[in-house]
């Protein structure tokens, strides 16, 4: 059902997922991180479904269509600290960062409960550095041509 509406970078990993974690009702949440964040949830039934938000770098660059705001880096952004109410306009775009990953992420993770998190992209190992996978486009493409 997706294949005509859903990013081919997308289904290929979301078959990937599937021929290699999706079994016994087995749930996957699947993200790639990168200039957008995808969240992908795959089980035995094939692509669930997902949701597609801005990555953490192309959100910290939004704030640049504000008059006089300063792009953070991302890399002095510890995206897993507690939230502290900030009062400094870079502290609060910052601690904005943090509450955006945290709650979505988590968000997420408990509504759907995944067994089991795979993180690709640029950013994935922000997600999760236990399983991240920073090629897994490459390897679902193999997949993907072992099965012809």
């Known amino acids: 059902n997706y294949a005509t509406m859903l990013g081919m970078d997308r289904l290929s990993r979301a078959y990937w997922g599937f021929k290699n974690h999706a079994k016994n009702q087995e749930k996957v949440l699947l993200i790639d991180a990168g200039t957008f964040t995808t969240y992908d949830l795959i089980s035995s039934n094939g692509h669930e ?58 968000s997420l993770l408990e509504t759907f409960k995944p067994d089991l998190i795979i993180t690709t992209g640029g950013e994935g190992k922000y997600f999760s550095e236990a399983c991240f996978i920073p090629h897994l486009i490459h390897l679902a493409l193999y997949k993907i041509r072992e099965s012809l």
């Not at 640049?64 to 870079?90: C, F, Q, S, W, Y």
């Open 49 to 106: 479904g997902g949701f597609i938000f801005p990555g953490l770098q192309t959100f910290l660059k939004t704030y640049a269509a504000g008059a006089n705001l300063p792009i953070l880096d991302l890399k002095n952004i510890n995206l897993r600290d507690e939230v502290k109410l900030p009062h400094l306009t870079e502290d609060a775009i910052g601690e904005a960062t943090k509450v955006y990953f945290q709650m979505t992420f988590q």
